[in-house]
């Protein structure tokens, strides 16, 4: 994965905008199309993305029943995203049959399947929220146990907060595939965000992936704001 990869867009943005915001973003980073955007404007805005030479993070965030969750991700197979997530609350069964039917149609197509990465706890969740629906513990604690849980059942990786990252590259190694969103520099503002980190401080302690949204989305001038992250996470120190 490139420098400029590690990089995850989000475009949370309204559709009339997407065109033209795209346009100012050198090919390189990752987008993400999360829900606020593929509910107003569908899988049409994902191959708009594609035709312009740009890959996708399909951030649906997906969990129901497994057959459901299997055809989804058929779905997003045939997209031609590069990744798209599940939510590891949704249980083993259902990431196992999302694992399965990607295996599936690689193999009956010969195409390479989108990257599978499991949700643990939400960046904008707190241990009080966590509490408040019933999850006992700290976040780094239920991200731990989702994280094992997802990748003994197939997913490539997982979305964690950066606060977590270290613990589960400890724990898990340095295979699996971490995206972190959440991600601000000191200047930034956190705005809903509660457990966030600096690119250098995500990539240094195992991110593989940042993601960054408002403070690209609002910069007056995107293209220098996203080659400022870049540099970063290029000039960024793995800590050992």
Same mark, same amino acid.
């Given at each position: 994965?490139?420098?400029?990869?590690?990089?995850?867009?989000?475009?949370?943005?309204?559709?009339?905008?997407?065109?033209?915001?795209?346009?100012?973003?050198?090919?390189?980073?990752?987008?993400?199309?999360?829900?606020?955007?593929?509910?107003?404007?569908?899988?049409?805005?994902?191959?708009?993305?594609?035709?312009?030479?740009?890959?996708?993070?399909?951030?649906?965030?997906?969990?129901?029943?497994?057959?459901?969750?299997?055809?989804?991700?058929?779905?997003?197979?045939?997209?031609? +995203?590069?990744?798209?997530?599940?939510?590891?609350?949704? #249980?083993? *069964?259902? @990431?196992?049959?999302? %694992?399965?039917? !990607?295996?599936?149609?690689?193999?009956?197509?010969?195409?390479?399947?989108?990257?599978?990465?499991?949700?643990?706890?939400?960046?904008?969740?707190?241990?009080?929220?966590?509490?408040?629906?019933?999850?006992?513990?700290?976040?780094?604690?239920?991200?731990?146990?989702?994280?094992?849980?997802?990748?003994?059942?197939?997913?490539?990786?997982?979305?964690?907060?950066?606060?977590?990252?270290?613990?589960?590259?400890?724990?898990?190694?340095?295979?699996?595939?971490?995206?972190?969103?959440?991600?601000?520099?000191?200047?930034?503002?956190?705005?809903?965000?509660?457990? +966030?980190?600096?690119?250098?401080?995500?990539?240094?302690? #195992?991110? *593989?992936? @940042?993601?960054?949204? %408002?403070?690209? !989305?609002?910069?007056?001038?995107?293209?220098?704001?996203?080659?400022?992250?870049?540099?970063?996470?290029?000039?960024?120190?793995?800590?050992?």
């Amino acid at each position: 994965m490139t420098h400029e990869e590690k990089l995850i867009i989000a475009l949370d943005l309204p559709k009339n905008q997407v065109a033209s915001f795209i346009g100012k973003i050198p090919k390189g980073p990752i987008f993400k199309i999360g829900m606020r955007l593929f509910t107003s404007s569908g899988p049409e805005v994902v191959r708009n993305v594609l035709e312009k030479g740009h890959k996708v993070f399909l951030d649906m965030k997906f969990m129901d029943i497994p057959n459901t969750v299997a055809e989804a991700s058929e779905s997003a197979f045939e997209l031609g +995203v590069t990744m798209f997530n599940v939510h590891v609350l949704g #249980g083993p *069964t259902m @990431i196992k049959n999302a %694992r399965a039917k !990607l295996d599936e149609i690689s193999q009956k197509t010969g195409k390479k399947p989108p990257i599978l990465l499991g949700v643990t706890v939400l960046t904008s969740m707190d241990e009080a929220e966590m509490s408040q629906i019933g999850l006992p513990g700290k976040p780094a604690e239920m991200v731990t146990r989702l994280t094992e849980l997802a990748l003994k059942n197939g997913c490539d990786g997982v979305v964690c907060s950066a606060q977590e990252v270290a613990t589960l590259r400890k724990y898990f190694g340095e295979e699996f595939i971490a995206v972190t969103p959440g991600i601000r520099r000191e200047e930034d503002a956190t705005g809903d965000q509660k457990r +966030v980190a600096t690119p250098s401080s995500a990539i240094g302690d #195992g991110a *593989t992936c @940042i993601v960054v949204g %408002r403070p690209i !989305l609002s910069a007056a001038d995107p293209a220098t704001e996203t080659a400022e992250f870049i540099k970063e996470i290029q000039n960024a120190k793995r800590n050992i």
